[in-house]
């Protein structure tokens, strides 16, 4: 299951560029999507996030995401879903959380209904995403 989460979250962060640092604006832009690559076995990997916080480099923590979405990432095999765009102040990111309530594999029969179904332990409750170095959100800029 471990292995299926990092295939998960494996192109959960998307960057480009845009705006000017000379921009007086404080505020940048973070957006988070999710993507999936196959899995064998199941016909749906339903996620179901129910927070994200942002944590900065001095361990201060943002709640971005307090709303809980369902995203069944079986259906994101060469495509992404936009799970958040947050204007933020400025800042360095060390580390995004992720909230997870549960995590619920399908396997399905040719009409689409349910035939079975495992549900693996998320004994914490999270997935932490740790870049290899600080994530910058500048003023006037997407991350």
């Known amino acids: 299951m471990r292995q299926l989460a990092a295939l998960a979250l494996l192109g959960l962060l998307t960057a480009c560029s845009g705006g000017s640092s000379n921009d007086p604006d404080p ?76 995590i619920v594999l399908n396997k399905l029969n040719a009409d689409g209904n349910i035939m079975d179904s495992d549900t693996p332990p998320v004994p914490t409750q999270k997935i932490d995403l740790n870049p290899q170095s600080p994530l910058e959100v500048r003023a006037g800029e997407d991350l």
């Open 27 to 102: 505020m940048g832009t973070l957006t988070i999507a999710i993507t999936d690559a196959t899995i064998d076995d199941y016909e749906e990997a339903l996620l179901e996030v129910s927070s994200i916080t942002i944590i900065g480099a001095g361990g201060q923590e943002t709640e971005v995401l307090d709303t809980p979405q369902t995203i069944d990432l079986l259906k994101l095999r060469n495509v992404s879903e936009l799970l958040l765009r947050e204007r933020l102040l400025a800042r360095s990111i060390s580390k995004i959380r992720l909230g997870v309530d549960s």
